[in-house]
């Protein structure tokens, strides 16, 4: 594999983990809202269902996916669009993989934020809407963006729920992850090891970027 191949997987597999992370923002903070400041019957439910993707086989994941993705499934038959097997799959698995993550720290986040400061503004006259976005949002911003580039560290390894519900298609649906696992495949050892490398060093460098920022004053 030349460098030009191996740049063009990191990018692909940098921008699918991005985009399935911006997919999971909007809802998995207000879901995290709810979880942490309301009660409602089925509360338990919901967030069990939720972190079922961090405990369940991730091709266990993918299959879920393709029975209601795939052309013939749930939701596929209704969509003007084909998911599985496409890049659109590759972001997919990715959210999915990551929105627990997310709506686990965010939920930390918003629990963490004194109820005390939010009463005040509602007592100086603000609105529930005006008191998300001034007192509490911002007093929880930093669990949920720690959420986000956890989520997308996550989406940065995922293979299990990748290769059941996009496959290995070179070009259109590789990521390092599942690039890595056919040079294993393939006996190319060397190429896998470079791989590796490019994986570990960018997983690495999210990482830390997540450590400094959840020590900065946000």
């Known amino acids: 594999m030349n460098a030009s191949d191996c740049w063009q997987i990191v990018r692909f597999t940098l921008g699918m983990a991005g985009f399935g992370d911006l997919l999971i923002l909007l809802p998995g903070v207000a879901l995290a809202w709810l979880l942490a400041r309301r009660s409602w019957p089925g509360k338990a439910l919901v967030e069990t269902m939720v972190m079922l993707p961090l405990f369940i086989p991730p091709v266990a994941t993918g299959l879920l996916l393709l029975l209601v993705f795939g052309r013939y499934g749930i939701l596929g038959r209704c969509l003007p669009f084909q998911i599985v097997f496409t890049w659109r799959a590759v972001v997919l ?14 939920r930390v986040a918003f ?97 830390l970027l997540n450590q400094t920022t959840s020590r900065m004053r946000l």
Not at 93 to 106: D, E, Q, R, S, T
Not at 156 to 185: D, K, N, W
């Open 93 to 106: 698995a990715a959210a999915v993989m990551g929105f627990p993550i997310l709506v686990l720290a965010a």
């Open 111 to 207: 629990a963490e934020v004194n109820p005390r400061l939010e009463q005040i503004a509602r007592t100086l006259g603000a609105g529930e809407t005006r008191v998300f976005f001034t007192i509490t949002l911002p007093l929880a911003r930093r669990g949920i963006l720690s959420g986000m580039v956890l989520a997308f560290a996550r989406a940065l390894g995922e293979f299990g729920a990748t290769v059941v519900v996009a496959g290995m298609i070179p070009g259109r649906t590789m990521t390092l992850s599942l690039q890595i696992y056919q040079f294993i495949q393939l006996g190319h050892n060397g190429e896998a090891v470079v791989l590796l490398a490019v994986a570990a060093g960018i997983t690495l460098c999210v990482l």
